[in-house]
Every structure is written in structure tokens, then in C-alpha cells.
């Protein structure tokens, strides 16, 4: 089984910075993706940025410009540098990766979530 833990959630005031980091374990052959969601209260999960094992990124409009994904292949990690905070990135981000297991089986996996809340 694998598993995801996430790090780096917290408060800050709008127009700063946040780093959020993930790092997969458990029997793991390969990840071909890894990724970031968020959900705001009242509000659908959506897809804020992904990254492939290549490091093809893929980013919600949203975020576009202000959001960087990054991934450390050999660690099994990702991360998402937030700068430029808005309120309205205020969510619960919640760490995603599909691959395949040790045991060669399809698998999608998600984190525990950490909050973020962005002040005005």
C-alpha cells in the first residue's frame, strides 16, 4: 500500500509565500504522476497543478504564474511553491500520486490534506 504525507500547510497573509511537500512510500515500482488538489468549504475538489515523472507540469489557470510544482523522482516527492497568496486560495490541499506498486498494480493515492489559509 502507498502512502502520502504531507507537510508545509499554515497561515499566511495575502501576497506571501507558502512550500508544500509530499513524499510517497510503501511498496512503490514507479509514479507517473504526482500532484496537488484543493478543496474550499462549500466548494469540488479541483486539480491546482500536476507533474509527470518526465517533469511535463500542468497548472489550474488559477494559479498559473503564481504556483510552481516541482518533483525529486528518486525521493518519491513533490512540492508546490505558492507565492503571490490570494484568499481565495484558502482550501485544504490534499497531495495525489498514480503509479504502479511493487506488485505491478495500478494505484492512486492521496495525502491526509493540510489546511492553508490565506488572510486579506
Known amino acids: 500500500q502507498v502512502q502520502l504525507v504531507e507537510s508545509g500547510g499554515g497561515l499566511v497573509q495575502a501576497g506571501g509565500s507558502l512550500r508544500l511537500s509530499c513524499a510517497a512510500s510503501?511498496?512503490?515500482?514507479?509514479?507517473?504522476?504526482m500532484g496537488w488538489y484543493r478543496q474550499a468549504p462549500g466548494k469540488q475538489r479541483e486539480l491546482v497543478a500536476t507533474?509527470?515523472?518526465?517533469?511535463?507540469?500542468n497548472y489550474a489557470d488559477s494559479v498559473k504564474g503564481r504556483f510552481t510544482v516541482s518533483r525529486d523522482n528518486a525521493k518519491n516527492t513533490v512540492h508546490l511553491q505558492m507565492n503571490s497568496l490570494k484568499p481565495e486560495d484558502t482550501a485544504v490541499y490534499y497531495c495525489?500520486?498514480?503509479?504502479?506498486?511493487?506488485?505491478?498494480?495500478?494505484?492512486?493515492?492521496w495525502g491526509q490534506g493540510t489546511q492553508v489559509t490565506v488572510s486579506s
Open positions: 495525489n500520486a498514480e503509479g504502479l506498486s511493487g506488485d505491478f498494480r495500478n494505484f492512486a493515492a
Open positions: 510503501g511498496r512503490i515500482f514507479s509514479i507517473r504522476v
Open positions: 507533474i509527470t515523472s518526465g517533469g511535463s507540469a
